[in-house]
T-cell receptor
């Protein structure tokens, strides 16, 4: 039940906005967003929990639509430092309680 | 507060050999999860350890095994290495089993 991320890749100019989507075929308990730069470990961005609670520590927002079984990550006024590959990881309801990651969305921000 | 650390950073092995990778969890974290990340893919869950017990396993063969120690550090052992085992191996620690996971820098394994 790997989540499906879209788009696969996006190229922006500095200051533009982007939305990355993450869809699940099963009901979600939580969605975890990470950013990974080339050759580095994934860095935690945000966790969204069933019931609407959202926890994160960067100026990036996200939504969690339980009915549609999907989450979206919103990057506004993008900066060069936002470049990297974004992964969503999901924990499904009634599942194994283990994170299952999507294939990632590669974001490139150009000057 | 120290973050998650892993050793070694890089490793080259030949097919059939065995390898041990190490992970020290973040201070205060009692859960360690191991992931395999192939080039261009998302991390794939191998297994998780919670208070020294295996707490779930992904779709990996038994030649992938692990341990967690009383200080919550962990090892990943892979026997009979295959070429397809070449990947970045990540460990992540968390305070409780299903909460936010923080990743270490990874060990890049190349099997020749």
């Amino acid at each position: 039940q790997q989540p499906v991320q879209s788009p696969q890749a996006v190229i922006l100019r500095e200051g533009e906005d982007a939305v990355i989507n993450c869809s699940s075929s099963k009901a979600l308990y939580s969605v975890h967003w990470y950013r990974q730069k080339h050759g580095e470990a994934p860095v935690f961005l945000m966790i969204l929990l069933k019931g609407g609670e959202q926890k994160g520590h960067e100026k990036i927002s996200a939504s969690f639509n339980e009915k549609k079984q999907q989450s979206s990550l919103y990057l506004t006024a993008s900066q060069l430092s936002y470049s990297g590959t974004y992964f969503c990881g999901i924990i499904t309801q009634g599942g194994s309680e283990k994170l299952v990651f999507g294939k990632g969305t590669k974001l490139t921000v150009n000057p | 507060e120290t973050g998650v650390t892993q050793s070694p950073t890089h490793l080259i092995k030949t097919r059939g050999q065995q390898v041990t990778l190490r992970c020290s969890s973040q201070s205060g974290h009692n859960t360690v999860s191991w992931y395999q990340q192939a080039l261009g893919q998302g991390p794939q869950f191998i297994f998780q350890y919670y208070r020294e017990e295996e707490n779930g396993r992904g779709n990996f063969p038994p030649r992938f095994s692990g341990l967690q120690f009383p200080n919550y550090s962990s090892e990943l052992n892979v026997n009979a290495l295959e070429l397809d085992d070449s990947a970045l191996y990540l460990c992540a620690s968390s305070q409780v089993r299903e909460e936010t996971q923080y990743f270490g820098p990874g060990t890049r394994l190349l099997v020749l």
